[in-house]
């Protein structure tokens, strides 16, 4: 299973919301969304949106001073 990678820097709230909830859509279970985005919003949204709905976030890192990168397990 290939782990689907989504890149939305410099696109502003909610497209990165709106994309994970694409690809958790369209993933199976137990498939990685590796998505990386700009958004500070996103910081706290994306985690909220994985615990309200069940998906495991694997890792959660900041990639530099403007960028993060989310991992989710659906």
Not at 15 to 38: M, S
Not at 52 to 65: A, G, Q, Y
């Amino acid at each position: 299973m290939e782990t689907i990678k989504i890149d939305t820097k410099g696109l502003d709230c909610p497209i990165p919301l709106i994309e994970l909830k694409k690809a958790l859509k369209d993933a199976e279970a137990g498939q990685l969304i590796e998505l990386e985005f700009t958004c500070p919003e996103a910081v706290t949204n994306l985690p909220r949106h994985c615990q309200e709905n069940n998906h495991e976030v694997v890792s959660f890192d900041r990639l530099d001073s403007k960028a993060w990168k989310i991992v989710v397990k659906k």
